[in-house]
Each structure stands twice: as C-alpha cells, then as structure tokens.
C-alpha cells in the first residue's frame, strides 16, 4: 500500500474531520437560494414536531393552561371581540380544533405550529437585513430562545404576536425599501392583523413609526406613498372592530384598567425591575449559545484566535446596513419604551408582556457588520440545538414526575378539572337528557370545564364586567347550567354568596377529584356545584 494512500486513509479516520461532510452540507442548503427557504421550514416543521413531544411529555401530569382553554372557548363562536382581547387568537384556535380533536397534545401542537410560523416569517424578515447564512444562524437562535420552547407551551395572544409582529416587521422593512403603494397597503395590513391579536401590539407599532422618523433616510419613505397608504389601510381595515369596540362601550379598556391598574409607585417599580430582569435572562440563553457555536473551532482555548477571526472591522457585504438600523432601532425602542411606561403609568408589569417584544435580537445582533460568521458557526448553532432537544425530550417524563413528586399539592397546576368536567357532563345528562351548554364559575374554572366537557359548554363568569359575549346571565337562566366553586381558591366565599343571591333554589353537590401520574397523586379537591335546571 502506498504511502499516500495510507496518509489519505489516516486523514478521513481523524475524528476531527469526521463532521466535515454533514457541516459541509448543513451550509450548502442554508445557503442555496433554491432549496434554503424549504430547508428553513423543514428545520422549523421538525422544531415543533420534537417540542410538541416534549411539552406534551412534560404536561402529561397537568390540564391545560387556563389561558389554551379560554382561547378554545372564544373559538367555538365567531366574533368581532372577546370582551379582554381582540378576536384573532379565538378565530385561530376556532380554527384549529376544526381540525385537531380536543385534547391535551393538539393545544401544545397549536403552541409549536404558532412559533414555527413565527421563525418562518423571521426568515424572510432575515433575509431584508443580512445574508442567508446569517439569516439560518438568527432562525436556529430563536429555535433556542426559552420563548420558542418550553416556556412558549400556552397558546393565547401573546404568542400569536410572534407570528403577527414578525410579519408587521417584515412588511415594513419592504416597505421601507420599495417605498410603493403596495408595500404600504401591505404594511396597513399587517398592522391591522397585529391590532386584531392584541392592543399590546401598539408597542412595537410605535416603535417602527418612531423608527421611521429617526432613520436617516426618513425623507426618502416619508416623501413615498408608502407610509400614508400603510395608515389609510390600517384605519379601514379596523373599522369592524372598532365598531364592535363601540357596541361594547370599549369594555377591554375597562379591563386593563381594573386588572392591570396600580395605586402603589414601588409595586410598580418592583413589577419592571422583574419583567427587565426575566426578559434579560430568557434573552441570555440563545446569546450565549450562540457565542458558544461562534467560538467552537480549533484553536481551542484561544480566546485572542477566536476574537480575531469573530470580530473584524471593514466592510460588510453580508449585511444591509441601512436596514440593519432599522432593527436596531425597532428593538432598542420596544426593550426600553415598555418598563419606562409601566414606571410613569404605574401599570402592573407581566413578565408575560415581552414574549412578543424580543424575536429581533438574534437579528439585531446578527447584523452587527463587525462579526464575522464562519461557515462552520452553522453547523456548531445547528448541533447545540439538537442536542438541547433531544436531551429535554429524553429526560421530559422524568422531569414532569419529579416536578409533581416536589410538588403534589398545587391544586393550580394538578387540580383535576379534566375528570370533573366529563363528572359533571354525565350528571347533566342524567338529569335533563341534553347537552350541558353553559358553566359558571370563576375564568380559572369555567374555561377548562368548557375545554374538557364532551359538550364543551360556554363559559359564564358571575360579576365580570368585561363578559367575552359567548353567553349571558339571561341565557344561562333560561338553558340552565351548572356552576362550579374551587374550595381551595381564596374567592371562594364570593363565588357562593353569588350562586346563594341568585339562585338559590339550585341543587348543591360536594364533588371531589384527584389526578394520580405514574403512581404519584395530585392534590383531592372539593368542588362545590350548583345544578340549575332550564326555565320550563
């Protein structure tokens, strides 16, 4: 055998060169104007396959979140409002359980679908600012960031803002460059479809208006038809809604009022400095993993190597600068202009509130034109990520047992409203012969007795000004219904007083349910029921 045979044998048994051949073709696809774009969104479709297994594994001891279920219930009727919320959410999951049956993993396959959509559109957002390699890298970021995993299991509209504000961005940043009617007409549109998600939306709404303005090339798009075609649209657009909104005498400002109003400045002041500090943290980890693939090649242990040939001045050909700005600008404003605003508001700050707020930094710090991106940082991004989820799903039933095992007596999260609901479905029948089409209780009982109920009953909350119009009180009187008391929930005395007030001829029933996984037991609740026959 010839020595040069035996030197090319010993150089393809290197283990280093071993990841060569995949890496090599991981970037021709990322790359290839032809087959990146499908590329992209088999690697999002696979992204929401592997976590829906996950969450539905690592939910296995739970209901579904009240949120999932108040959604299902808003879909089961079309409407122009749902009392808190625009419409979106609710026609989506309408939608969706056409579709899916209604249990527990269709809600986390929704959830995943959501987010999948959202990295999609992230994409093409990509593609206005930086080159396809960059573009991957930013997809396989937010692939890693909490939002777009774990912590992104509950569909409601905060979620469907990362499919509907990627998509406002997206409209934009084109109308931005081509400065036409079209482009505007689109972004009004885009804006409308983020308004009918949720009015949190004005946020990053305001921060592209102001944006534009502090751009340097405000003149040349403010000059264009663009912008104003964007505005005709948006308001035209939002005249259904804004007409329901009327009908309603604006009840989902009452509700943000009441619910999210503070009397206290250092509440408060404690509420944003935790939404900072959450959002910081979630924010951290796909950044982190990200330096981590960017630093992954030999030399090993070099930090002054690997900050030579990450960060380099000069021109960039793989970033739009002008556009790049505009990211820049976009998130900079929304991280900062919210807490300032719950501070001189003093509004009661959800951490919950920046789910929609932070899909940009991948990008923002992606087009930074000083980094540079090696071809093999896609490679290195690509396997962190499928390590992380394939070790989460491995490890995602023993996670859930050990979560319930710390644990087992949070009636919030182990309460078996599930088994109650199919309970007291069967009670209904019994007595009447019909379909159970209304409960009442508290939003945290109603939705998911109407989510798990085989005659998905609509949902009444008692004393609730800001009713999400799927039944009313004269309605209930009239079909009959049967109410429900947490004993274990602090308005409990409330909730009886309500159902002693008004109806007080209804039959009482003490239920009791407990949830067991895999042997451990939740927590034994006592339900107080309340059975109101129809009107004869």
């Not at 579709?99 to 959830?111: G, S």
């Amino acid at each position: 055998m010839s020595s040069a045979l035996l030197s090319t044998l010993a150089a393809r048994a290197r283990p280093g060169l071993s990841l060569r051949r995949p890496a090599a073709w991981l970037y021709a696809w990322a790359v290839d104007p032809s087959r990146a774009t499908w590329f992209v969104i088999g690697f999002a479709a696979a992204h929401a396959v592997l976590w829906t297994l996950i969450l539905v594994n690592l939910k296995a001891a739970q209901d579904v979140h009240m949120d999932v279920a108040e959604a299902f219930a808003w879909g089961q009727q079309f409407q122009f409002g749902y009392g808190k919320h625009p419409p979106l959410s609710g026609w989506v999951a309408g939608l969706w359980f056409k579709l899916f049956p209604v249990r527990d993993w269709p809600t986390y396959a929704l959830a995943m679908t959501v987010l999948a959509t959202g990295m999609v559109i992230s994409w093409f957002t990509a593609l206005r600012v930086v080159d396809r390699r960059r573009a991957f890298f930013v997809v396989v970021m937010l692939a890693l960031y909490p939002i777009f995993n774990f912590k992104g299991f509950k569909y409601n509209p905060d979620l469907l803002q990362l499919v509907t504000l990627p998509l406002l961005v997206l409209a934009y940043l084109s109308a931005f460059e081509k400065r036409e009617m079209r482009s505007g007409v689109l972004l009004g549109l885009a804006g409308a479809l983020a308004l009918m998600t949720k009015y949190w939306v004005v946020t990053m709404i305001g921060a592209i208006g102001l944006a534009a303005l502090i751009h340097p090339e405000r003149l040349r798009f403010l000059a264009s038809p663009a912008p104003w075609a964007a505005i005709a649209t948006l308001v035209v657009a939002m005249i259904p809604h804004l007409l329901w909104l009327r009908q309603v005498d604006f009840v989902p400002f009452t509700y943000a009022g009441d619910v999210y109003g503070l009397q206290s400045r250092a509440q408060s002041v404690q509420l944003v400095v935790g939404y900072v500090l959450h959002n910081l943290a979630l924010c951290a980890v796909p950044v982190a993993l990200a330096l981590l693939a960017l630093a992954l090649r030999p030399p090993w242990f070099s930090p002054a190597r690997v900050s030579a040939y990450t960060w380099s001045r000069g021109p960039n050909d793989g970033v739009n600068f002008p556009q790049a700005l505009n990211v820049w600008m976009v998130q900079i404003i929304v991280a900062v202009g919210p807490p300032l605003g719950g501070l001189f508001f003093t509004v009661y700050m959800k951490t919950d509130w920046g789910i929609s707020l932070f899909f940009l930094t991948p990008l923002a710090l992606v087009a930074i034109p000083a980094l540079r991106m090696l071809r093999v940082a896609l490679f290195n991004i690509s396997a962190i990520w499928l390590a992380v989820t394939l070790l989460v799903l491995a490890a995602s039933s023993w996670i859930a047992a050990k979560e319930m095992k710390h644990n087992p007596n949070s009636a919030a999260t182990y309460g078996a409203r599930s088994e109650l609901a199919r309970e007291l479905t069967q009670v209904w029948r019994s007595r009447f012969g019909t379909r159970w089409a209304i409960v009442a209780g508290t939003t945290e009982m109603g939705q998911p007795l109407a989510f798990y109920s085989p005659d998905h009953p609509a949902p009444f909350t008692p004393g609730e000004v800001w009713s999400s119009g799927l039944t009313s009180l004269e309605e209930a009187s009239k079909l009959g219904f049967i109410g429900v008391c947490d004993t274990t929930d602090l308005r409990l005395p409330t909730c009886e007083a309500w159902f002693a007030k008004n109806f007080p001829d209804a039959e009482r029933l003490l239920m009791t349910t407990q949830r067991f996984h895999r042997g451990l037991p939740g927590p034994s609740i006592a339900w107080k029921v309340f059975i109101v026959p129809p009107a004869k």
